[in-house]
Structure formats: structure tokens, C-alpha cells
């Protein structure tokens, strides 16, 4: 089965610092993988994907990710944090195997201090 | 406008009672899903219909049934509602070929 993990229940990081939020996954095939953010009382928000092509993937909001197939990891950055980036980040594989089922991490929750 | 609509977005409701759960989505997508969201943030996956069609029923209890009227709607009805069952309810929408999946804002559920 598939699955993902976010090794970080908290990332903290200053204004302006870059950050880095893991994520490593385990699939059968090829990896379809997915960012997503949640604020506060909202829904999960798109950042990012990777089906295939480059391995770093621009997104949505100054976001990036890379894909690394030999450490199985996709962990998203952002060069420059801002304090309305801090939020609860998701990463997801979609599994094929089973219904195009969206498996997520279990969320990395990042403060950005200013 | 909204992709992926949910309603209500909360729901306060006593033990014993049942209660419906309403998603509908613009973007002419195929598949739709319900997730739920515990108290802890871990999604976890319910169901998933593709064209109307059930593809995913995990092992929640039987209260629960998903109903999808046809392509662009995907309703979650509860019977017997129970504590437990006090949550976020997600509602979503893929398709396979652009890859991510969309989501509706959330239902809270809260069961007293």
C-alpha cells in the first residue's frame, strides 16, 4: 500500500529564512505526488504536484518541490517564508492501485516567526 | 465560483439523530471523493465514486452512506450519529489526467 510520511509534527523558521517541510513516500509504480496547505477552519489548498518531467516542481505562492526518486522524498521549500505562509502543510501520493485514493502524510504544522 | 461545494459547513446535532451532508462540484470532474478529518488533522479516505459509480468504501460503519445523484454531486448521509463521529468532513473532486484533487471547505460535525 501506498504511503507517506512527514517526519516533523512542527517546523518553525524566521521571516524571511528559507524553509523546508519532508516528506518521504513509499508506492508501488510511478509516484504521483501532491503538496497541499490548510489554514485555519479551511479546506485544503493546491500547491504543487509532480507526475513527471523535472524534478523540481513550481508552485503556487513562491513554493517549490523536489522530487528525489532515489530517496523517495518530495520535500517542498520556499526560498523566502513569510508569516501568512504559516499553516499545516500535507503531503499526498495518489494511488492508482485503488481508486485514485489521495494517501496523506499525517501534516507538518509550520510557524514562520517574525 | 466556488469548484467544490459543501453544505453545510457546520452541523450541530444530538446523539441518535440523522443528518446529510451536501457536495457538489463545477469542475466537470469524474471522480469525487469524501475524506474525514479527525481531531488529531490525519485525513483519511471514506469514499470515492468515479461516474456515479462507488470505486472506494472503506471500513467505516454502515450509518454512513454516500449517495451520488449523478457526475457533479456526491452526498454523505449519517444515521444514528454518534460521538465519535464528531469531525471534518471534506468533500473533493479529481481527474485522473490533471492529477490533483480539489477540495470543498470542510463540514464540521459535532455530535453532542
Known amino acids: 500500500a501506498q504511503s507517506v510520511a512527514q517526519p516533523e509534527d512542527q517546523v518553525n523558521v524566521a521571516e524571511g529564512n528559507p524553509l523546508t517541510v519532508k516528506c518521504t513516500y513509499s508506492?508501488?509504480?510511478?509516484?504521483?505526488l501532491f503538496w497541499y496547505v490548510q489554514y485555519p477552519n479551511r479546506g485544503l489548498q493546491f500547491l504543487l504536484k509532480?507526475?513527471?518531467?523535472?524534478?523540481l516542481v513550481k508552485g503556487s505562492y513562491g513554493f517549490e518541490a523536489e522530487f528525489n526518486k532515489s530517496q523517495t522524498s518530495f520535500h517542498l521549500k520556499k526560498p523566502s517564508a513569510l508569516v501568512s505562509d504559516s499553516a499545516l502543510y500535507f503531503c499526498?501520493?495518489?494511488?492508482?492501485?485503488?481508486?485514485?485514493?489521495?494517501?496523506f502524510g499525517p501534516g507538518t504544522r509550520l510557524s514562520v516567526l517574525p | 465560483d466556488t469548484a467544490v461545494s459543501q453544505t453545510p459547513k457546520y452541523l450541530v446535532t444530538q446523539m441518535g439523530n440523522d443528518k446529510s451532508i451536501k457536495c457538489e462540484q463545477n469542475?466537470?470532474?469524474?471522480?469525487m471523493y469524501w475524506y474525514k478529518q479527525d481531531s488529531k488533522k490525519f485525513l483519511k479516505i471514506m469514499f470515492s465514486y468515479n461516474n456515479k459509480e462507488l470505486i472506494i468504501n472503506e471500513t467505516v460503519p454502515n450509518r454512513f452512506s454516500p449517495k451520488s445523484p449523478d457526475k457533479a454531486h456526491l452526498n454523505l448521509h449519517i444515521n444514528s450519529l454518534e460521538l465519535g463521529d464528531s469531525a471534518v468532513y471534506f468533500c473533493a473532486s479529481s481527474q485522473v489526467e490533471s492529477g490533483e484533487a480539489f477540495f470543498g471547505q470542510g463540514t464540521r460535525l459535532t455530535v453532542v
Open positions: 508506492v508501488s509504480g510511478n509516484p504521483y
Open positions: 499526498a501520493v495518489r494511488d492508482d492501485n485503488y481508486g485514485q485514493n489521495f494517501v
Open positions: 469542475l466537470g470532474h469524474d471522480t
Open positions: 509532480y507526475i513527471t518531467g523535472d524534478n
